[in-house]
């Protein structure tokens, strides 16, 4: 959900890493309004759109793959603000008081490559479709495909999304996560979308992929929590590893290192199995390990890769219904997806 970026990373970096209840989750979705999505919403107006979409994020994971986490990250980035409704593919208005969403200091680092895959599958969706699917909507197929190819589950998406009205810059900070939060402000900010703390764990592992900057990770490395110290809970290996990366000052704004330091492109459960060897990224990631009330999930999703695609594809099926638009009242079917229609 954190600081994904296509910078490369240096390859001894890489090196040294290299050689050095989940059913509550799937039941309480369905005791939230699913504001009438459907898997067969555009069953009659646009029935190939699963496949339309498929032609871009195939083509974009060939060509650009940090497109895979980019997106899935976008994704959540949208539906934590305002809800899932495209509003952070809005672009801020010239001489505008207001920033839109996308413009937010955390969204900057935003990767490019995610908003790209959704405009040219927005283009390509249009011109066998005209006006009939939300950008919303082509997001959360895209979000899915890229986990799918990147070797995680293929699910279903529920589809019916209308594109908001609104994206506001100022609505950001306190919407998403921050690298150092405690579990306690974790599970305030998903319990205030719906989602519990199984959802929180479950949909961490996210971070089996892609990438962080040095700025949400480095005071763990030098000074964690004022004590001139680095983080305790750092394996000393990867320890070692970071603080050749990234200094203690200047010099490391576009450096990056993976979340999941030993399999960093492939979606798996390797990013728990990290936390249990002191080896998670950010300090959010490290303390579900270290939480007496999320270690037990976490411990589980290490021992079983499919007990964590399943739980996952739920989790994010859940995620994707959270303040959902419907009708012109609330939304629009913009054709740019950058663009308001007003």
């Given at each position: 959900?954190?600081?994904?970026?296509s910078?490369?990373?240096?390859?001894?970096?890489l090196?040294?890493?290299?050689?050095?209840?989940?059913?509550?989750?799937?039941?309480?979705?369905?005791?939230?309004?699913?504001?009438?999505?459907?898997?067969?919403?555009?069953?009659?107006?646009?029935?190939?759109?699963?496949?339309?979409?498929?032609?871009?994020?195939?083509?974009?994971?060939?060509?650009?793959?940090?497109?895979?986490?980019?997106?899935?990250?976008?994704?959540?980035?949208?539906?934590?603000?305002?809800?899932?409704?495209?509003?952070?593919?809005?672009?801020?208005?010239?001489?505008?008081?207001?920033?839109?969403?996308?413009?937010?200091?955390?969204?900057?680092?935003?990767?490019?490559?995610?908003?790209?895959?959704?405009?040219?599958?927005?283009?390509?969706?249009?011109?066998?479709?005209p006006?009939?699917?939300?950008?919303?909507?082509?997001?959360?197929?895209?979000?899915?495909?890229?986990v799918?190819l990147?070797?995680?589950?293929?699910?279903?998406?529920?589809?019916?999304?209308?594109?908001?009205?609104?994206?506001?810059?100022?609505?950001?900070?306190?919407?998403l996560?921050?690298?150092?939060?405690?579990?306690?402000?974790?599970?305030?900010?998903?319990?205030?979308?719906?989602?519990?703390?199984?959802?929180?764990?479950?949909?961490?592992?996210?971070?089996?992929?892609g990438?962080?900057?040095?700025?949400?990770?480095?005071?763990?490395?030098?000074?964690?929590?004022?004590?001139?110290?680095?983080?305790?809970?750092?394996?000393?290996?990867?320890?070692?590893?970071?603080?050749?990366?990234?200094?203690?000052?200047?010099?490391?704004?576009?450096?990056?290192?993976?979340?999941?330091?030993?399999?960093?492109?492939?979606?798996?459960?390797?990013?728990?199995?990290?936390?249990?060897?002191?080896?998670?990224?950010?300090?959010?990631?490290?303390?579900?390990?270290?939480?007496?009330?999320?270690?037990?999930?976490?411990?589980?999703?290490?021992?079983?890769?499919?007990?964590?695609?399943?739980?996952?594809?739920?989790?994010m099926?859940?995620?994707?219904?959270?303040?959902?638009?419907?009708?012109?009242?609330?939304?629009?079917?913009?054709?740019?997806?950058?663009?308001?229609?007003?």
């Open positions: 959900m954190m600081s994904f970026s910078t490369p990373f240096p390859a001894l970096f090196l040294l890493l290299v050689s050095n209840s989940i059913a509550n989750a799937a039941n309480s979705s369905n005791r939230r309004p699913r504001y009438q999505l459907s898997l067969d919403y555009y069953a009659k107006s646009c029935p190939q759109v699963d496949q339309l979409v498929a032609s871009i994020t195939s083509q974009q994971f060939k060509e650009a793959p940090i497109s895979a986490p980019a997106t899935i990250r976008l994704f959540f980035h949208d539906c934590f603000v305002e809800g899932c409704d495209a509003s952070v593919l809005i672009s801020s208005k010239a001489g505008s008081k207001e920033f839109a969403e996308k413009d937010a200091e955390d969204n900057k680092e935003l990767a490019v490559e995610a908003f790209d895959t959704v405009n040219k599958a927005k283009a390509v969706v249009e011109s066998k479709c006006g009939v699917v939300s950008c919303a909507d082509i997001l959360a197929l895209a979000a899915r495909d890229f799918h990147a070797g995680g589950p293929y699910y279903q998406v529920k589809k019916g999304r209308w594109d908001g009205k609104l994206s506001m810059a100022s609505r950001v900070p306190s919407n996560p921050r690298a150092n939060a405690t579990v306690d402000e974790l599970l305030r900010l998903f319990q205030s979308k719906g989602l519990t703390l199984e959802d929180l764990v479950i949909l961490s592992g996210a971070h089996t992929i990438f962080a900057h040095c700025r949400h990770f480095v005071s763990r490395l030098y000074d964690y929590k004022g004590t001139r110290q680095p983080d305790p809970s750092i394996d000393p290996r990867l320890l070692k590893a970071l603080k050749m990366s990234c200094p203690h000052y200047g010099g490391n704004t576009d450096i990056v290192a993976p979340f999941d330091v030993t399999t960093p492109f492939s979606f798996d459960n390797a990013y728990y199995g990290n936390l249990e060897a002191k080896m998670g990224l950010l300090a959010s990631d490290q303390a579900l390990f270290l939480d007496p009330r999320t270690r037990p999930l976490v411990q589980a999703l290490a021992k079983d890769k499919q007990k964590f695609l399943q739980a996952f594809a739920a989790a099926d859940k995620m994707g219904s959270i303040g959902v638009k419907r009708g012109r009242r609330h939304g629009e079917k913009r054709k740019y997806c950058s663009i308001h229609m007003g």
